[in-house]
């Protein structure tokens, strides 16, 4: 059958507010025009984050129960604990509330002033990371993966030659390499096993711990299994454990393909380090065998492990990503092109050619999915990136949209619903307007800025 169907049926269902574009135009007045605050009540498919706002199976619910709240040596730790090993057979791990904290700590072990940390693209919470320890973030990723519409397999990799240049260069302030599967800020665009191989190569011949940042490691070890030559006959679990084997540890936040709604980990095989690390999690997080989570997250984590390398999940997981890109493709839309893992990403400056990028066609197209759908998507432009730090405004990059799936919650009909508020835009396109910033905090403006649109 050529239907790919979502592999589950639905055993509870959370009710969505339906609402008309009238309600709607009031309730973007009254959050002024920023996404981030709206009540989420207010919206009918929630695309803002693909981050812990997945659906429990009912195993996992059931693996709940079984949840041990001992603050040491709880079962549920070990049954965790196992699940990890199974698929990163590291020496050490350590819990954490998510993966931000297994940062901080990674970089309480390795950064600090004048340092340099090299990677594919650090995520925004990695890269904050670095530079809070006083270290300076460097992005490494092939020129495919800054250009949308290129089609490269495995448009997450690191570029090894610039990787080979910058550790020649420095690698005396390097304390180790990083490689983030998938590559979230470049569109969910995978890493393929043999890149991942070569920046092995390059950290080991500088004797530099090598570390990856596996948020989206299942869907990164499917389009390995799809795209890179012999590896379709591989089981999951197998692609995802040589991914991991040539590492010397791993960030982790289990909101993604830990299939939780919460939790994350560090976890490493250098002895030293992994008591540097569990002083830090004791002083920041909890125990040891906790972490900042409850022992029932623990075990809802256990269970999530098994679930997320299933292929009957992950074929309905990229493919629901795929079709929604290639109707947009279809309708003119343009996007980043394959379609990632957990995301859909339109080219607003593309798309909105009439609108200055220093009025946001980013936010202007993430308004209007709200406007016309009640779709909450994501400005990633120059709303996000404008603000220098000199205080002066640039235009970013590229001013993007992301649309991020939740795994395993919404369904074919509300993919065919999201294309249909898409052809809605596609004829109000040209009425589009920008908006002005009117109030905006000293850093990290795009969560809780003001903004009002342009009349002219
Ligand atoms: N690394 C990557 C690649 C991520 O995508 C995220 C989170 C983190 C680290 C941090 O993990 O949220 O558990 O602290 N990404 C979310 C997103 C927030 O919407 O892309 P966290």
């Avoid at 809605?424 to 920008?434: D, F, H, N, Q, V």
């Amino acid at each position: 059958m050529k239907t790919i169907i979502e592999p589950f049926r639905i055993k509870a269902v959370e009710p969505i507010t339906l609402t008309t574009e009238e309600d709607r135009r009031g309730f973007l007045k009254k959050a002024h025009h920023n996404l981030f605050l709206l009540p989420s009540s207010q919206v009918l498919i929630d695309l803002l984050t693909d981050s812990g706002t997945g659906a429990m199976s009912s195993a996992q619910w059931a693996a709940i129960m079984t949840g041990d709240e001992s603050y040491a040596g709880s079962p549920s730790f070990y049954r965790f604990e196992a699940a990890v090993k199974n698929l990163m057979p590291f020496k050490h791990v350590l819990p954490t509330h998510q993966g931000r904290a297994a940062e901080a700590m990674l970089m309480a072990l390795y950064g600090g002033e004048g340092k340099m940390v090299p990677n594919n693209t650090h995520f925004d919470t990695t890269r904050a990371n670095v530079e809070a320890s006083g270290a300076i973030a460097q992005d490494f990723v092939i020129a495919a993966g800054l250009d949308p519409a290129n089609e490269h397999p495995f448009k997450g990799n690191m570029d090894i030659d610039a990787l080979k240049t910058f550790m020649a260069a420095n690698h005396e302030r390097v304390p180790l390499v990083m490689l983030t599967i998938t590559n979230n800020a470049g569109g969910g665009q995978p890493v393929s096993l043999e890149n991942i191989r070569a920046v092995a190569a390059v950290a080991r011949a500088y004797a530099k711990p090598f570390y990856i940042d596996g948020c989206r490691f299942a869907e990164n070890a499917w389009f390995i299994k799809l795209r890179e030559p012999g590896q379709a006959d591989r089981s999951i679990p197998d692609i995802v454990r040589d991914c991991f084997a040539e590492t010397d540890g791993m960030t982790m936040s289990a909101k993604k393909d830990g299939l939780g709604n919460i939790g994350g980990w560090l976890a490493l095989n250098d002895d030293a380090k992994a008591e540097q690390a569990r002083a830090h999690l004791i002083r920041t997080e909890g125990f040891p065998t906790y972490g900042g989570l409850a022992g029932r997250d623990l075990d809802a984590l256990a269970v999530g492990l098994e679930e997320v390398v299933d292929e009957n999940y992950l074929a309905y997981r990229v493919r629901s990503n795929a079709y929604i890109v290639e109707r947009l493709d279809a309708l003119g839309v343009p996007v980043v092109k394959p379609a990632g893992g957990h995301a859909v990403f339109v080219d607003a400056r593309a798309w909105l050619n009439h609108i200055d990028p220093m009025h946001y066609p980013g936010q202007a197209l993430a308004v209007a999915l709200y406007e016309a759908g009640g779709i909450r998507s994501c400005e990633i432009g120059t709303v996000m990136f404008g603000r220098q730090k000199d205080g002066t405004e640039q235009r970013a990059p590229m001013d993007l949209v992301r649309l991020a799936m939740p795994r395993r919650t919404y369904t074919q009909s509300h993919a065919d619903y999201i294309v249909e508020v898409f052809e809605e835009i596609t004829r109000r396109k040209a009425s589009l307007k920008g908006l002005r910033i009117r109030k905006e905090p000293a850093m990290l403006r795009h969560f809780t800025c003001e903004f009002e649109p342009m009349t002219a």
